[in-house]
Each structure stands twice: as structure tokens, then as C-alpha cells.
């Protein structure tokens, strides 16, 4: 097999590494991270060696294959050409703010999806340069790693599981590309910081509490973009981000087709098999939420962008009362009067209600695009449009009823508060 870029862009990570040869030692492995390291595998001394070359696209094919070539030359004179290179090699030492930038625009900007791009940058220049940025990769020790995680949590422990994953990706990069021996990154770190570790949640909305948020939305502070994002959320079930970046040429009549680049599930799948894109049916209150502005749905008011996922979940935070002069958002953290409650409960909501309703379990998890659990996923192909479509409608026929009903007295007074 001759390599080619084509060919080496289009290798995707599997659960555990592996490798692929071009022929006579010439190598590459991939890890379950998406890390492509050129190598040179041979064997000296009756011992089975690997030589890295470089991490691919940071080295381009045709340096790796020369630098391949020198080192298999080096062999066939009988000399380990990795002790040669010992001897002669002279490390580039590197700060944090250097490789910060290295990591974000040869592996982070190729790798991940825009979005997260941008969610690593953040991390990394608002919590890692202003307390590592002069110091060289290589002197960054567990403890420091340890003594940044918990001031960050001590803030936020929300961000600090952000920076975590951030720096915790970047220090692998540099292991990778041999700037230091082993990540400083304990696997523990979750057991001695315990605020940051991923909780799972299991909060759904009352039938009481959705006639509710339906008519506190519409009297809450934010514009009514970010408001009609929200309950699209409720009506279709999709994530947040899918429904955030929603753009008309992803709709046609009654149909939204996400591409798969947008999807969570899909972007993120370990197997060669084609990207596949979710449909969604879209009932008559759906479509009375996204109206017929053209481009994005959702625009942001900073440009010509869709709004970003956080302006969901920042609605939702805030705590308002009503003044005589209308809305007036005094702090944060309120979730409409209700308890605590995030833009994915919406989702996680519909997915409840619509088993309460008898609609069959694996025609509810077609509308979620939820992947088929084991071999089903490998073998069933079937995209479940006439079942989604039946679904949403049953679902969206119980929602119009909710949002119709008459508020409960307990909850009533939080609107007028």
C-alpha cells in the first residue's frame, strides 16, 4: 500500500490504536485520541524497535518518508538508527504559550469541530497561559496539573472540567510529538477534585411545568430568537447545539436534515462506515417557531453566525422579576422560578413523555437519533422516517394541549413576581 494524504485524512480512530504499514518498516499509528504518528519499525539486535517520525499533518508525508528512508539507511549499515539520532538531536524546548498555539492550529483546528476549536481556546487562554504561558512544556509536573484544576473549580467547576479536558488533550499532543516523556495528567484527578466530576442527570419537566415555562419563556428576558430556539428544543427533541445552528438549506417542507458534521454521534463515531445525516419531521408549532427568515434560523446579533449553545443555557440561568417598565434581569441563576434545569432536560422531557404517551421505544430513540445498541447498529439501516414523523406528531398534539391549559395556581405568581 502506497500512502497518500487522501488515504491518511481519512483514517479514523478506533477504540484502541493501530497500525497500518506502507511496507519495509514504514508505518503509522493511530490512537484512539486521532493522533497519526509517522514510524520506522524494525528490528535490531534481535529486538523489535520503533522509531517516531513525526505526528501527521504537523509532518508532511514526504518529510516523514524521507526522514524514513535516512533512518532505514542508517539500519542497513548496522547501526540503531534511534541511538544515532540520540546522539545528534538537539530537543526544541518549547513554553506553553508556543505549543498552545502549535496544539490549537495543527491538531485541535483539524481534529475537532469548530465549535469545540473555539471551546479549547477559550480554556486554554483564559485559565492555562496566565498561570503556565512562560513556562517550558516540559517542566510542568502533576502537581501543577492538580493546583490549576482546583483553582479553576474553586470559580467554576463547570469551566474547570473544560480546562481539564483542554490541557489534559494538549499535554498528550506533546507527548505524542516527544516534547516530553509522559503526560503529567493523573487519571485520579477526579478523586481529589471531586466538584468537577461529570454528573449524570435526571431532571424532566411536569405536564404542569411545561404549561408553565411555555408562557415564562415568552414573559422572560432574551430575544426572541434565543426564545423560539429554546422551545424548538422541546418540540423537536434534538440537542441544543443541532437546533442552535439550524440554516434553511437544512429544510425542506416539512423536513430537517441535520448533516452529519453537526452531529454529536456522528462526528464522533470509531468505524470506516459512511457519515449519515438525521431527519427530523417538522409538526405545524415547530415550523411557527422557525418562521421564514432564509441563512440561519437562529442568527447571532455579533454577525452573520448562528447563536452559540451557551446563549441557551445563559438564558436559562438568569433570574429576572417583572418592573413596571417590563423585564428587568437582576442576577443569575433562577431557571424561570422552577428548580434547577438545563436546555438538554428539554430533550430528555419529550424522550419521557413520549413513552408516557405509547409511543414505541425504538421509534423514540429514531427521533433522538440515538445509535442502535450493539450489532443492531451495524446491521439496521433503516432511517425510520414514517415512525419519527407518527412520533412527533403524537408528541407535538400533547405539547399544544399543555401550552393551552390553564397555568397552575402554584406557579401562577411566578410570572407576576
Known amino acids: 500500500m502506497q500512502f497518500t494524504d487522501k488515504y491518511l485524512k481519512n483514517l479514523k480512530p478506533r477504540a484502541k490504536q493501530f497500525y497500518v504499514r506502507e511496507g519495509q518498516g514504514f508505518a503509522v499509528r493511530v490512537l484512539p485520541t486521532g493522533v497519526k504518528t509517522f514510524l520506522y519499525i524494525y528490528v535490531f539486535q534481535g529486538r523489535r524497535r520503533q ?28 547501526k540503531d538508527p534511534q541511538a544515532i539520532e540520540e546522539v545528534t538531536a538537539i530537543p526544541e524546548e518549547k513554553t506553553i504559550k508556543q505549543f498552545v ?22 480554556s486554554l487562554e483564559n485559565d492555562v497561559l496566565p498561570e503556565w504561558g512562560h513556562r517550558l512544556v516540559s517542566s510542568i509536573r502533576r502537581s501543577d496539573t492538580l493546583a490549576l484544576i482546583e483553582k479553576v473549580a474553586k470559580r467554576a467547576p463547570g469551566q474547570a472540567r473544560n480546562v481539564l479536558k483542554a490541557t489534559r488533550q494538549m499535554l ?29 442527570r435526571a431532571r424532566t419537566l411536569s405536564d ?6 411555555w408562557s415564562a419563556i415568552d414573559q422572560g428576558p432574551g430575544d426572541n430568537k434565543t426564545k423560539c430556539a429554546l422551545k424548538l428544543i422541546l418540540v423537536t427533541a434534538q ?33 470506516d462506515k459512511p457519515l449519515l445525516p438525521h431527519r427530523v419531521y417538522l409538526t405545524p408549532l415547530a415550523l411557527s417557531l422557525i418562521g421564514d427568515k432564509n441563512g440561519y434560523i437562529f442568527p447571532s446579533p455579533r454577525g452573520n453566525t448562528q447563536i452559540r449553545r451557551n446563549s441557551l443555557s445563559q438564558l436559562v440561568d438568569r433570574e429576572y422579576k417583572r418592573t413596571n417598565d417590563g423585564i428587568k434581569v437582576v442576577a443569575k ?33 429514531a427521533v433522538l437519533n440515538h445509535a442502535l445498541p450493539g ?43
Open 51 to 78: 522509531m517516531n517520525l513525526g505526528v501527521y499533518p504537523n509532518m508532511k508525508l514526504s518529510d516523514a518518508r524521507q526522514k524514513y528512508r535516512d533512518a532505514a539507511n542508517i539500519h542497513a549499515a548496522g
Open 101 to 122: 498555539e502549535q496544539y490549537l492550529e495543527k491538531w485541535s483546528k483539524v481534529n475537532h469541530a469548530p465549535r469545540w476549536n473555539y471551546n479549547n481556546r477559550k
Open 172 to 200: 498528550s499532543y506533546a507527548q505524542e510529538c516527544e516534547i516530553i516523556d509522559v503526560s503529567p495528567f493523573s487519571n485520579k484527578i477526579y478523586k481529589f477534585v471531586p466538584t468537577i466530576r461529570p454528573r449524570s
Open 208 to 213: 404542569k411545568e411545561i404549561t408553565y415555562l
Open 239 to 271: 440537542r441544543p447545539n443541532e437546533v442552535a445552528g439550524m440554516h434553511r438549506r437544512e429544510i425542506e417542507g416539512n423536513w430537517w436534515t441535520i448533516p452529519p458534521e453537526r452531529i454529536k454521534t456522528e462526528k464522533n463515531r470509531r468505524d
Open 333 to 365: 441563576k433562577r431557571y424561570y422560578g422552577l428548580p434547577a434545569w438545563t436546555p438538554n432536560d428539554l430533550r430528555r422531557t419529550a424522550r419521557t413523555i413520549m413513552e408516557e404517551l405509547g409511543i414505541p421505544e425504538r421509534h423514540s430513540e
Open 375 to 417: 450489532i443492531k447498529k451495524v446491521y439496521n439501516r433503516y432511517i425510520y422516517d414514517k415512525e419519527k414523523q407518527k412520533a412527533l406528531k403524537k408528541w407535538s398534539d400533547h405539547l399544544e394541549k399543555l401550552i393551552k391549559l390553564p397555568l397552575d395556581p402554584d406557579l401562577s405568581p411566578l410570572l407576576s413576581n
